[in-house]
Each structure stands twice: as C-alpha cells, then as structure tokens.
C-alpha cells in the first residue's frame, strides 16, 4: 500500500533529478550518494545530478556553515551548544535563521534549479532544505522538492512546510514531521545507505583478517567524518574491560588522528585510522560501535546489525540525537565514561536491548522521491516574512565582516586554510561543486566521474571549474 504523498512511480521517458548536498560533515555527502546508488540501480532511465550547494549560496553562507560550524566544534563546542539550544528551543528564532538562509541563498539556488531543468529536486542538507522549501512555496520549483532526513532527533531543523515529501528512517518521525510540515508530508523509507552495507558478508574473514582471534571483542570508535568528541576517552575505556580491540576512527581530523597514535603507541590492541572507506566491513566485523556525531554512521551500523553507543559529544545536536535513538530503543546513549563503560559491558555481553526497525513495507528512497506528490498548501504570512527578513539582513551585516579577508586570515590556522590575500582576484575552484548528468552514470563530488575520469565542462553544463564563472552562467540570459 502507498503510503500517504507517495505514489508508486509509473514507467515513462526519463526523469531528471537534481541532488542538492553539502560537505559539512561527511553524512550529508553519504546520503547524496546512497540516494544516487539507489536511482542507478532500480532506475536506470533516471538522470541524476549531485550539486554541493555551498559554492553557489556565496562567501557568507559557507563562512557561517561550513568553516565558522567547523571551527565551533573543534575549537569552542559550548558556542555552538548554545547557538543549538537557543535554535532548538525559540521558533522566532528558528524563523529568523531560515530568513537568514533565504535573503542570501534563494536567488542562487533558484537560478541553479531553473539550469538544472529538474523534474525532482531532493535536498540532503537542512539548510539547502529550508531555502528549497521556501522556493516551493512560492512556485519558484517546477518539480516536486523532496528532502531527506538522516537523524533521528532535531526534526525541526530538517522539516520544512515547503518541502513536498520527506524521507523518514523511523516510522515514528512521520508524525513528528508532519506536525512540522503537514499532513502527508513525510514517508517511511529504507535506510538511506550504501549498497554495501546491506550486502551479505563472510563476517568470520573479517574478523580474521583484522586479528579478532581466540575470543576477543572488536569495538569501534568513529568520530564522523570530522573526527570530533572525546575518541581518547571512549577507547581507554574499551581495552580496561579486557579481551578487547579497539579501532579507532579519527576522520578528516589529523590532528586528533595524530594524538591518537601518540596515545596508543606500541600498543597492539589499537588500531587508528584517518578517513576510511571500509566502514561497511569495519562494522559488520565490529561487536559495538561507539560513535561521537550520530547520523548516517548509525543507520550504517544498524544496517549492518552492530549495536550503537552514543558518547563523546558534550554540545549541540549530537546530545539531543543521542536521546531521540535511545528512546527509540535503537542506540544507548552514554553520558559520562561510567556509563559508557556499562554500555559497553552490556553490548559485548549480548545483553543491549534494542528494538528493530521494520522497513520491510518501506519503500526504497528513489521510489518514494520518483512517487512523491506536489502538495498545496497557503502560503506564508508577507507581514511576517518581512519582518524575518529586516532582521536577517541586520545579522547579515555583522556576518559580512566574518566572510571578509581579514577574518579569514584571523580564523585560518584553525580551519586549516590558507590565509586570503586582500585585492587576491581570480577563479576560485568549485572542486566538484556542480557535478553533470550522464544518463545511468552518476557522477560523484570531487570533480570526476565514477570511473575516475575527469569531469569535462560538457558534462557539467557548461560550469567550468570557477565558482564565480559557474554563478555568472546560471543566470539567465536577457
């Protein structure tokens, strides 16, 4: 039966799909391309298009999400915990951060959507949700706009009441979107995963070739793609309960990765990595997994059948996730090293109660995006939108002045950038920002093709490689 604002998709002539996501984080960009995988296997008529929309929404905005939200949490974890909880607990103020998002992101995403010629525009990132809903709510979409949601707590930050379907990984977050966005907008779907983590795998030759002999646990300790929260902590306390290896997962974060090696020298029972895409036999191997971020990784791990402790992240959206998939009986949530040295005791002793989650009537993702339905709805108040716009452009003012150069070279040791030389001109790279339909081929971020060639500006509609040329391009022409 479908359910309701899915349709079962019918056959005809190919449909275009445009992929909206961004690099913050790893999860966003994973969702993206686990969506893609499932249009190019069961939908191989469908032309996809994956686009990271932060080149194309301007200086300021991917100052403030992608480097200043970076810098937060690596350097000041208590800013953004606060900046979280005030967004979290005051809508006006939730509201005046979507007027953020829209004064400065609408007419450059609009003009990237109007290029893109898409039927079906999907969103796996909440801030380019919130700027794709206000366009669909305004008639500024052709298609139908659809957005994914990957945690499973914060729903007010992913659903938006322009958005005409979202993609839920829990039955019960149907009704919590829906009070956000309305009736019939939100659908069960299978976990928004890569294929090879629901492929079948020999898990004994894992083990054995990972040295998980004679009885001993293997734990596993991620700390996302950023590699963030207390991974030190969290493996000590896996090797005191003995019989244990531990593999722990610093991500992009080569500093923390670098620490890690210095902490565990010499010491054969653990085992650091930096950015890995071995995940999928890394948790089918794994007895536990601890992880610092929630998101994707988790619906990875419940994929793969790996029972999930929460801990290490103190601030921000991460505690609120945590309890949301504790409560749904799909994780524990730790809060202090005791308790998660009592998690894991339960988790290796096969003792952790959790509560399966049944997709088998879900659709597939790329069946419920090619099923889903315009919906109508009012259109929001003009006084308050005015209002919310007055005050988005005062905050955007004193954000002007963290995008400019002199911030950036201030700020830049710790985002790990190259200071920016005031009067500097000159493209700046996209690298894979605009990524081309190719028919079945999916081509990935990163600037090539899913065989490893190079992507041709042919194949990207004419996006060259500049930032600055490709928003000059998607203009249209008078």
């Known amino acids: 039966m479908p359910q309701d604002g899915v349709q079962t ?39 996809v298009t994956l686009v990271d929309v932060l080149p194309f929404l301007g200086p300021v905005l991917r100052f403030l999400l992608l480097d200043a939200y970076r810098l937060q949490l690596r350097r000041s974890p208590w800013i953004f915990g606060l900046l979280f909880a005030g967004f979290l607990r005051i809508k006006p103020l939730r509201l005046l951060g979507r007027a953020g998002l829209v004064t400065l992101g609408a007419r450059p995403l609009a003009r990237l959507i109007r290029h893109a010629q898409a039927d079906v525009v999907i ?11 206000y ?25 938006h009441p322009g958005i005409d379907l979202h993609l839920v990984m829990h039955e019960s977050l149907v009704a919590d979107v829906e009070r956000e966005a309305g009736s019939g907008s939100a659908c069960l779907t299978k976990p928004l995963v890569g294929r090879s983590f629901v492929e079948p795998v020999d898990r004994a030759l894992l083990r054995a070739e990972l040295g998980i002999l004679d009885g001993r646990r293997l734990v596993v300790v991620s700390g996302g793609g950023w590699g963030v929260g207390d991974l030190t902590g ?34 054969r029972r653990v085992r650091v990595l930096g950015f890995t895409t071995r995940m999928s036999e890394l948790l089918a191997a794994a007895d536990v997994l601890v992880h610092t971020t929630g998101g994707v990784t ?50 290796l002793a096969g003792s952790a109660s959790t509560r399966p989650i ?12 090619l099923g889903a339905r315009r919906r109508t709805g009012t259109r929001p108040n003009p006084r308050r939108r005015r209002t919310l716009i007055a005050l988005a452009a005062a905050t955007v003012v004193g954000a002007l002045f963290a995008s400019s150069d002199v911030a950036h070279a201030l700020f830049a040791d710790d985002l790990d950038r190259a200071p920016a030389l005031a009067g500097k001109t000159g493209p700046a790279a996209v690298r894979g920002a605009a990524v081309g339909r190719t028919g079945r081929r999916v081509v990935g971020l990163g600037g090539r093709a899913s065989n490893g060639r190079p992507i041709t500006a042919a194949e990207t509609g004419g996006l060259d490689g500049s930032a600055k040329h490709a928003r000059r391009r998607l203009r249209p022409r008078r």
């Open 298 to 347: 988790c619906l990875e791990a419940l994929a793969r059948g790996c029972p999930i402790i929460s801990y290490g992240a103190h601030a921000g959206h991460v505690p609120t996730v945590s309890r949301a998939m504790h409560s749904l009986g799909v994780a524990t949530h730790a809060q202090t090293l005791a308790e998660l040295e009592g998690g894991l005791e339960s988790a």
């Open 9 to 47: 998709p019918e056959a005809g002539p190919a449909r275009r799909v445009l992929i909206l996501t961004a690099p913050v984080g790893d999860g966003h960009l994973a969702a993206a391309h686990a969506l893609a995988e499932d249009f190019d296997r069961t939908h191989a008529d469908v032309e």
């Open 135 to 159: 366009l669909r709510r305004r008639g500024r979409v052709a298609g139908t706009a659809c957005a994914t949601i990957t945690d499973l707590g914060g729903i007010c930050f992913w659903a």
């Open 123 to 133: 969103s796996t990132y909440p801030a380019a949700t919130s700027v794709l809903g």
């Open 358 to 369: 049944d997709y088998s009537s879900a659709p597939s993702p790329a069946d419920a995006v």
């Open 234 to 267: 969290a493996t000590r306390t896996a090797l005191a309960l003995g019989r244990t290896s531990v593999i722990s997962i610093a991500g992009r974060n080569e500093t923390l990765e670098g620490e890690l090696r210095a902490a565990f020298a010499g010491d």
